[in-house]
């Protein structure tokens, strides 16, 4: 009898056991799971402005732009800003945030300062990549070159950051403002100019360039569009007198980040090198202009709205 219960007792202890291994094993493997389910989910996968699939951190703590259009975006999403563009026109309301230059000259000391966990820049910023890279800040690339450009940016960082109904409900405003534009467009095209540049220095924007697409949605019509694109700027086109004047532009618009009145009479100077120049329409009806440079001079972010609308009431002072 005893012998009996000597080998029951044997066997409940051995299957006790096993189920306390498999037990162990299962939690293991559900810990396991669960940790790669974590890793899967850390990461997010996009396509940027850069053309290629890139993982950044689900969860950013930080962030950083060279650009105020870019700086404005997240803003608006409600992301925390602690490197800013050096520009006049970017967004007061990270004024604490600190000044990491422009696209053309971003200040990698400073940048190494705030050390953002994502930085928010335009493709030519690609050559500096692996510098910002090595010190374990990721890299989201954007462009600006049409409305639907910036929409895809607010959508990009509207996923980043977990905002994705925040976005859409920008975008929704967009598109609300780009279909009101178009609907109100004239039945005559206004035969538009759109200059681009600095005393002495001038190029026009092609219908390629952000300012080219919103002349187009506003119901312009870019006299440029065949003009020869310039070799670093395949926005942009060499200025020609000669086939300015066979357009006969309606209107001339000037955009610039100088001082707009400065820009406006080196241009006009230099376009009056050519007589006929002043029998231009643009020019006989007084309808060269300077455009807001916080809306024309860089990526305006969100407030690309406010700059539909200042196109489509320039153009409404032509016809």
Avoid at 83 to 110: C, M, V, Y
Avoid at 224 to 245: G, R, V
Avoid at 260 to 272: C, G, I, Q
Avoid at 286 to 311: E, H, I
């Amino acid at each position: 009898m005893k012998k009996t219960i000597f080998i029951v007792m044997t066997l409940v202890v051995l299957l006790l056991a096993a189920c306390s291994n498999s037990s162990t094993a299962s939690n293991g493997s559900d810990k396991a799971d669960k940790a790669e389910a974590t890793k899967e989910t850390k990461e997010k996968e996009l396509v940027d402005a850069s053309g290629e699939k890139i993982n950044l951190d689900s969860n950013p703590k930080s962030f950083a732009t060279l650009s105020s259009g870019e700086m404005d975006i997240l803003l608006e999403l409600g992301a925390n800003v602690t490197g800013r563009p050096t520009s006049e026109h970017a967004p007061k309301a990270a004024k604490d945030a600190e000044e990491i230059g422009n696209p053309h000259q971003p200040n990698f000391e400073k940048l190494a300062k705030v050390n953002p966990d994502v930085l928010v820049t335009t493709t030519s910023f690609k050559q500096h990549a692996k510098n910002v890279e090595n010190q374990g800040t990721d890299i989201l690339y954007t462009k600006s070159d049409s409305v639907e450009d910036i929409q895809t940016t607010i959508t990009n960082l509207g996923a980043v950051l977990d905002k994705t109904d925040k976005a859409k409900e920008i975008n929704q405003t967009i598109d609300k403002k780009v279909k009101d534009i178009e609907s109100h467009k004239q039945a005559d095209s206004v035969k538009t100019l759109l200059v681009y540049g600095a005393p002495g220095t001038f190029l026009a924007a092609l219908p390629n360039s952000l300012s080219g697409d919103i002349l187009e949605k506003a119901g312009g019509e870019n006299i440029a569009k065949d003009f020869e694109k310039a070799d670093k700027f395949p926005q942009y086109a060499n200025l020609s007198p000669e086939k300015i004047i066979a357009q006969n532009p309606e209107a001339v618009m000037l955009i610039t980040h100088g001082d707009p009145k400065a820009v406006k009479d080196s241009f006009e100077k230099e376009m009056k090198q050519n007589a006929a120049w002043k029998n231009l329409d643009a020019v006989k009806n007084d309808q060269v202009t300077v455009l807001p440079a916080d809306l024309f001079g860089a990526n305006p972010g969100t407030k690309v709205t406010d700059a539909l609308d200042t196109m489509q009431k320039e153009l409404a002072k032509v016809k």
